[in-house]
Nanobody
Framework: QVQLVESGGGLVQAGGSLRLSCAAS????????MGWYRQAPGKQRELVAT???????KYADSVKGRFTISRDNAKGTVYLQMNSLKPEDTAVYYC???????????????WGQGTQVTVSS
């Protein structure tokens, strides 16, 4: 069974930085796309950034130039470096993986438990 463990959330002042990490475990052979989504109170979950196994990256327009996604395939880990944070970035951030192959075949997409990011003005 694939599991994701997130870390790195917290409280930061506007203009500050945080780095989120998400480590996958569970006899994983390969991961296709890894990404970050966020959900603010009263709003739908939205895409923040994704990165494919070959390094193709997509960002939401609202975070372009401020956030950087990266991955370490050997460690099964995806990172989100968040700079110049704004109060509107406040949300629960979720890690997601798609196209997972384990030793016994394909595995369902997986979500992390979520980590709270709060940006004060």
């Amino acid at each position: 069974q694939v599991q994701l463990v997130e870390s790195g959330g917290g409280l930061v002042q506007a203009g500050g930085s945080l780095r989120l990490s998400c480590a996958a475990s569970g006899s994983i052979f390969n991961i296709g796309t890894m990404g970050w989504y966020r959900q603010a109170p009263g709003k739908q979950r939205e895409l923040v950034a994704t990165i494919t196994s070959v390094g193709t990256i997509k960002y939401a327009d609202s975070v372009k130039g401020r956030f950087t996604i990266s991955r370490d395939n050997a460690k099964g880990t995806v990172y989100l470096q968040m700079n110049s944070l704004k109060p509107e970035d406040t949300a629960v951030y979720y890690c997601n993986i798609k196209g997972v192959r384990v030793l016994t075949g394909s595995a369902p997409d997986a979500w992390g438990q979520g980590t709270q990011v709060t940006v004060s003005s």
